[in-house]
T-cell receptor, first 112, second 110 residues
Framework: KAGVTQTPRYLIKTRGQQVTLSCSPISGHRSVSWYQQTPGQGLQFLFEYFSETQRNKGNFPGRFSGRQFSNSRSEMNVSTLELGDSALYLC???????????FGPGTRLTVT | GESVGLHLPTLSVQEGDNSIINCAYSNSASDYFIWYKQESGKGPQFIIDIRSNMDKRQGQRVTVLLNKTVKHLSLQIAATQPGDSAVYFCAETPNTPLVFGKGTRLSVIA
């Protein structure tokens, strides 16, 4: 069974631009969560989607948004990028009702 | 590879020795705990989990111990191998989402 895939793996953007990251969960997984990982803050929860609905949201500004499609694939968008948004963005999928999350390799975003 | 954390606590162990990685969790209402391993350039990989109605759970070469009285979790790795070198995170949840600890870097000396 294929694991969680994320595209692109690396991205360089300029301050003020916007970016969209994509995540394809493990087949059969309906829950997708997004995390931001930085050296200073560690792994921080962004949001979780289940059946195309946002089920939980972390403490991030409204510039961070996401969505989930009917095939469970998910995207997250960051608008008006700031230097502090440079991070590894991780997507994780899980079966309905379980906490065991499987992570993708992440997208390394660098904002210059 | 990816820079997971520049100022993580580091545990250095000799190959073949046992490793013990500790984690203090914050929420007394948490009832589910997971240990993840993250290698350079990869996302976190599930190792083992434990529910709050258990004190100990064993996997292949790994054991997780849970002490709810002092809100402490530990991961024991038997016969540590070079491939065990990574950053290890504990995560807790009383409900979704997971809350992750800062991580510990395990360095295996061959």
């Amino acid at each position: 069974k294929a694991g969680v895939t994320q595209t692109p793996r690396y991205l360089i953007k300029t301050r003020g631009q916007q970016v969209t990251l994509s995540c394809s969960p493990i087949s059969g997984h309906r829950s997708v969560s997004w995390y931001q990982q930085t050296p200073g803050q560690g792994l921080q929860f962004l949001f979780e989607y289940f059946s195309e609905t946002q089920r939980n949201k972390g403490n991030f500004p409204g510039r961070f948004s996401g969505r989930q499609f009917s095939n469970s694939r998910s995207e997250m968008n960051v608008s008006t990028l700031e230097l502090g948004d440079s991070a590894l963005y991780l997507c994780a999928s899980s079966l309905t009702g379980t906490h065991e999350q499987y992570f993708g390799p992440g997208t390394r975003l660098t904002v210059t | 590879g990816e820079s997971v954390g520049l100022h993580l606590p580091t545990l250095s162990v000799q190959e073949g020795d046992n490793s013990i990685i500790n984690c203090a969790y914050s929420n007394s209402a948490s009832d589910y705990f997971i240990w993840y391993k993250q290698e350079s350039g990869k996302g976190p990989q599930f190792i083992i989990d434990i529910r709050s109605n258990m004190d100990k759970r064993q996997g292949q070469r790994v054991t997780v111990l849970l002490n709810k009285t002092v809100k402490h979790l530990s991961l024991q790795i038997a016969a540590t191998q070079p491939g065990d070198s990574a950053v290890y995170f504990c995560a807790e949840t009383p409900n979704t989402p997971l809350v992750f600890g800062k991580g510990t870097r395990l360095s295996v000396i061959a």
